[in-house]
Structures are given as structure tokens and as C-alpha cells.
């Protein structure tokens, strides 16, 4: 089953950077006021985001940055500005709910959509659930709202197509998000590992999806706290540029680019 995958010619690792604003949406989505000790998230959209476009620009890589409805009333230059060096935007919440939303789910997930769109060059084509959470009608409205792909799920090694309802579409694509491990929140939020060993860890886990000619979706938060927004945490990202460059037949691609890919080649997926 694993072996039926087939990257483009010549590529042996496909790779997808990814950065989740997480700005005050968080706090304010929690009824904290995004000030003081809970200003993690404002430094999101002064420091951490703005780092992260020099970063990727510095070494060519198309990044996907996936940004709450809320985050982006906050900052709507800087997501235009996300925007105008290249960079793919998704959709990320409105509030960066983490609960059940219930009948409320298809307004926030139109109206964010509807704010992203306004600020875009195009509108966005890709979805990932804020803190994991997705209802049985999520995939639905946004495949009318005419979302290409979701990058939310944990139950696979590699890109599949959507099923709703029980079938398969060809049109829509599932990019997992599967790896607690190559997401910074659980380092910096719970085991507080220092970054020299978080890196390492990376370094590890890109050797081994490689060697199974595999995926890897990596995640970060811009913020400062529990998130990789800060100089030395984000350098430690730049290693790991740095470490997966070194190897032969990796290309890197935007979420929505890989989603393209699979949606194009979509027999050679589950
Ligand atoms: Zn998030």
C-alpha cells in the first residue's frame, strides 16, 4: 500500500513547511485579554510571522502559513503581505476554536473564509482545523466553499483523498498533519526540551520519512512562549532547512502545491 505512492520524477522525500499564526486569536478566543502574560500571540504578528517570511525567502521555500479569521482583522497588512512575497495562505478558524461549535461551524468557517479572500490575491484553497477539531460536516461545506484540500487529520503516513459520506472524491485532497513530533507546541508547552535537542529530534524524524521515500509535514507557531517565534527557536528551523538540504531527490512544496500534485495523481493514492 505505501509502496503505490509516487512522487514526481526524481523525488524521493516530499517536504511542507507550515507556520500556524496562532496570534491573539488564541487568547481572545479564550476570554483572556491578549495582553501582559498572555501576549504570546500578539508577538506572532509583530516578530514571529514577519521572521518567518525572511527566513523562507532567504532559503526559497514556499511555506504555507495558515492564518485565523480574527489573526488576520488584526493584521491585514501583514497577511497581505504573506501574500505578496508568495507565500500560500489557508484557513485556520475564526477564534482558533478548539471546541464544539455546533449549528454555529458553517458562519465562522464563511466568514473567515470571507476575510481571507478580501485580503488575498486568491482566495483560500486549504483548511487546517484549529487545535484538531473538525465535525462530521466540516469537509462538506468546505469543499463548497471550494476548498482543494484539509491538512487536519492523524490517521496516516501520507496524502489521501477526501471521503464524504463513504466516497471518494478526486477532487479533494487530505495532507495529514499526523506527527505530534514534528509540531514545536508539545516541547515548548509541556517538556519544555531545550531547542538544541528539539532540533536533533527533527533532524531524526526527516532521516527516517526519507528512508521510506515519504511525507513530511512540519508545523510551527510564530509566537513567543510555547511557540518557535523567537530568534533561537526559529534558528533552529533554519537548521533544519539546512540538515534536510543535504539530501539528493527532496523537493519542497506549499501545501496547496503538494494537494495539486496528489489531486492531479490522485490513482496513485488511497
Ligand atoms: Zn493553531
Known sequence: MKGAHRWPDGVRCVVCLTV?????????????????????????GRCGVPRYLDLFEKHGIPATFYVPGYDAECYPDLVREIDRR????????????AWELGDEEEALL?????????????????????????SARTM???????????????DYDLPYMVRI??????????LPSSAYSLDDFP???FSMTPTSEVLEHWKQEFDAIYHENGYFMHMVHPRSGWGSGTAARARAVEE???HIRRYEG?????????????????????
Open 140 to 154: 462538506r461545506v468546505l469543499r463548497e466553499l471550494g476548498y482543494r484540500y484539509d491538512s487536519s487529520d492523524k
Open 165 to 174: 459520506d463513504g466516497k471518494r472524491l478526486d477532487d479533494m485532497v487530505e
Open 240 to 242: 533544519l532547512i539546512r
Open 86 to 97: 508568495g507565500f500560500e495562505v489557508g484557513a485556520h478558524g475564526y477564534l482558533h476554536e
Open 250 to 270: 527532496v523537493r519542497f512544496f506549499s501545501v496547496a502545491g503538494l494537494a495539486e500534485w496528489v489531486q492531479a495523481n490522485h490513482e496513485h493514492f488511497e
Open 187 to 189: 516541547f515548548y508547552k
Open 110 to 134: 464563511v466568514r473567515s473564509h470571507d476575510i481571507l479572500g478580501g485580503l488575498l490575491s486568491r482566495a483560500p484553497v486549504g483548511w487546517r482545523s484549529p487545535s484538531g477539531r473538525k
Open 20 to 44: 500556524d499564526f496562532d496570534g491573539p486569536s488564541h487568547e481572545t478566543g479564550r476570554r483572556l485579554r491578549p495582553l501582559g502574560g498572555h501576549a504570546h500571540g500578539r508577538y506572532s
